[in-house]
């Protein structure tokens, strides 16, 4: 099993970026998935997730109303649109599948994980 992200970059504050999780020897459809992100010199923290159905999304208070949080199970990729990006948002961002998860924050009930992508947002 192998989840890629990929879509990190350089922006500016008030930018958008568009994380993907491409997903490869996994049945997507059976997958809840999660976005984390690790800060330098800080643990890594919950963003957000969606179930396996897709019917349910969980976000961190600290993106609500500025991520988004998708999967498309015929394309067995996960997304994470980034909106409103601030300073603060900076960070390596990993994904994660959870088999028939609902979409959890704690970062143990994920069975597989990304190698990350960098995101920074310049001020």
């Known amino acids: 099993v192998q989840l890629q992200a990929s879509g990190g970059g350089l922006v500016q504050a008030g930018g958008s970026l568009r994380l993907s999780c491409a997903a490869s020897?996994?049945?997507?459809?059976?997958?809840?998935m999660g976005w984390f992100r690790q800060a330098p010199g800080k643990e890594r923290e919950f963003v957000a997730a969606?179930?396996?159905?897709?019917?349910?999304?969980h976000y961190a208070d600290s993106v609500k109303g500025r991520f988004t949080i998708s999967k498309n199970n015929a394309e067995n990729t996960g997304y994470l649109q980034m909106n409103s990006l601030r300073p603060e948002d900076t960070a390596v961002y990993y994904c994660?599948?959870?088999?028939w998860g609902v979409g959890k924050a704690d970062s143990y009930d994920y069975d597989y994980w990304g190698q990350g992508t960098q995101v920074t947002v310049s001020s």
């Open positions: 994660a599948a959870d088999h």
């Open positions: 020897r996994l049945t997507f459809t059976r997958y809840a």
């Open positions: 969606i179930s396996w159905s897709g019917g349910s999304t």
